[in-house]
């Protein structure tokens, strides 16, 4: 069985900077996709950005990146720029790359972030 | 193109009913997916529907049932409501099984 972990509860940034938020999982597939959400107060839940880990290169979205290391099964998203808007719950996902394991997404527990003006 | 869509948005039922939920996936995708979000066991997954057929399965009593009809449309039912089924209940819909997901806005069931 897969775990996600994330060991930040909660976190603060100012508008404008950059802030990095961890994840590490746990599991013996070798083949498997990896996913930022965001969930706002609205409870709407949006993918922010994926990984596959096959992919050497990090994945990058506008203002949001990540930092991949396979070997440490370590998989943290860097905002930059943070903007008010970016306030939200942030959860790390983990899914097994197989069609016949189907859709089942692992969550961590989430790091509430906050943008303060 | 529209988004995924979840039916009702809010649910209030006493405890012993059932309830059923409706989720309709973006068009033209056929996998659907339900999980269930509280504050104490987070983010579960319930199960999954590919083509009318229940693939996966996560750790939830029988009373969580659900099915998927032919224009890949999906509903859960849960029966003999207890108080711990107090959730927000979310749908996500993808092309294809082992495809990224994507979220609807959820259905919040209160269980008085």
């Known amino acids: 069985a897969q775990t996600v972990t994330q060991s930040q509860p909660e976190m603060s940034v100012q508008e404008a900077e950059t802030v990095t938020l961890s994840c590490t999982y746990d599991?013996?597939?070798?083949?498997?996709?990896l996913f930022w959400y965001k969930q706002p107060p609205s409870r709407q839940m949006i993918l922010v950005i994926r990984?596959?880990?096959?992919?050497?290169q990090n994945a990058t979205e506008n203002r949001f990146s990540v930092n991949f290391q396979k070997a440490a099964k370590s998989f943290s998203l860097k905002i930059s720029d943070s903007q008010l808007g970016d306030t939200a719950m942030y959860f790390c996902a983990f899914m097994k790359h197989e069609e016949t394991s189907g859709s089942r997404l692992t969550f961590g527990e989430g790091t509430q972030l906050t943008v303060n003006p | 193109k529209a988004g995924v869509t979840q039916t009702p948005r809010y649910l209030i039922k006493t405890r012993g009913q059932q309830v059923t939920l409706s989720c309709s996936p973006i068009?033209?995708?056929?996998?659907v997916s339900w999980y269930q979000q509280t504050p104490g066991q987070g983010l579960q997954f319930l199960f999954e529907y590919f083509s009318e057929t229940q693939r996966n399965k996560g750790n939830f009593p029988g009373r969580f049932s659900g099915r998927q009809f032919s224009n890949s449309r999906s509903e859960m039912n849960v029966s003999t409501l207890e108080l711990g089924d107090s959730a927000l209940y979310l749908c996500?819909?993808?092309?294809?099984?082992?495809?990224?997901?994507?979220f609807g806005p959820g259905t919040r069931l209160t269980v008085l």
């Open positions: 068009s033209g995708h056929r996998s």
């Open positions: 996500a819909s993808s092309l294809y099984p082992g495809r990224e997901q994507f």
């Open positions: 599991t013996s597939e070798n083949n498997y996709y």
């Open positions: 990984q596959e880990a096959y992919k050497q």
